[in-house]
């Protein structure tokens, strides 16, 4: 089997960029299509960023700045 390197987290990589509930542009990248926060392995997300990527998309979702469902 070829063993595929992972690509490194974004938000490790640009230290300058903060996840916050209140960018819905940056948190929209990581829901699909019905709403759903996308699984780390898909987002290539690390584990730390990945827990605070999802309460911000929670928070965003109770102050209803973003939907809870896609469709």
């Known amino acids: 089997m070829i063993e595929r390197k992972s ?3 974004k938000f490790c990589v640009d230290q300058d960029t903060e996840i916050d509930y209140k960018d819905i542009k940056t948190l929209q990248k990581y829901i699909n ?20 990527l999802s ?4 928070r965003a979702r109770i102050m209803a700045l973003m939907p809870f469902v896609g469709r």
């Open 33 to 52: 299509s019905y709403g759903k926060i996308d699984a780390r392995k898909r987002s290539g997300v690390c584990p730390k960023h990945q827990r605070k």
């Open 55 to 58: 309460v911000a998309i929670k």
């Open 7 to 9: 690509k490194p987290c």
